[in-house]
């Protein structure tokens, strides 16, 4: 008798994830993200809609209503507490997706600029004033 092959241990591997923003008015946010950040809408949900998701290539941003600010604007923008972080493969890239965000008149926290940690990124503000980080490797 042979005795039988252990078992592998399987590994779980996270491959995607969706940072859910909360926003006052599913509509104008997924507009927003259309017209200025160049996302689509993979779905909204409700009627009225209170809940939507908006892609981009990988990104994948979930939508939730809210009545009222889930944090204090105050805070979040004083420790600019990001609400997501997208990254792109190449400095070339960071550079062009902040000139496009420029010439479709995107509010920005932060502007393109280098950090001490070897990354470009900039800070882009949503119509509820979540805070979206995009970033990509220092040319």
């Not at 792109?88 to 997706?97: G, M, N, P, R």
Request: aromatic share 10%.
């Amino acid at each position: 008798m042979t005795d039988p092959k252990p078992a592998q241990a399987i590994t779980a591997i996270i491959t995607a994830a969706e940072p859910q923003l909360f926003v006052s008015d599913i509509e104008t946010s997924c507009r927003f993200f259309m017209a200025k950040l160049g996302f689509a809408v993979a779905f909204t949900y409700g009627s009225p809609p209170f809940y939507a998701q908006v892609v981009r290539d990988g990104a994948r941003l979930n939508l939730r209503h809210v009545d009222q600010p889930a944090i204090d604007p105050a805070i979040r923008d004083r420790e600019e507490l990001l609400s997501a972080s997208m990254t792109v493969e190449t400095a070339a890239a960071i550079k062009q997706l902040f000139l496009e965000f420029q010439a479709a008149g995107v509010a920005f926290h932060q502007p393109l600029q280098r950090q001490p940690w070897g990354a470009d990124n900039f800070i882009v503000t949503d119509p509820d004033g979540n805070l979206l980080l995009f970033a990509g490797p220092a040319a």
